[in-house]
């Protein structure tokens, strides 16, 4: 079981319900990350998904608990700050209401409002967030 992998599908999947204006495939999405400065405005809304860590915990009855973050950020370029945090606000509020939908392997899961990024000169706004899930499994 890769908690890692489903956790960057459900994500993945998610923001693309939320925003259905991310290009397809890898123009929308990206597993990494790198500067959005240089993006067009047809490649946005972006998102880039970065810094995955899995970290495993030893538990009683041959069980562990794995917890999974990942950091990521959705970039636009020409959009007001406030669009960037209309999108932060339909991401939370699905997240919240919806995760188990799309985390459904997991038996928590947190995404947290890090930073909304803002560079005015190039009208790009990225909002950065941070998603935590959790599970405990037993061991093969």
Known sequence: ?????DALLGIETLLRFILPSIPAGTAGVEKGWRSGHDLQPGQTPHVFLFDVVEREERLIFHQRRVTTTLKGQIVRVGST???ALDDWEEVRALFETEWRA???SFEAATLD???VEDWPEQQVRAVAFTMTTEVVVGYS
């Open 102 to 104: 799309y985390f459904s």
């Open 1 to 5: 079981m890769s908690t890692a992998a």
């Open 81 to 83: 700050y406030a669009q």
């Open 113 to 115: 409002l890090e930073d």
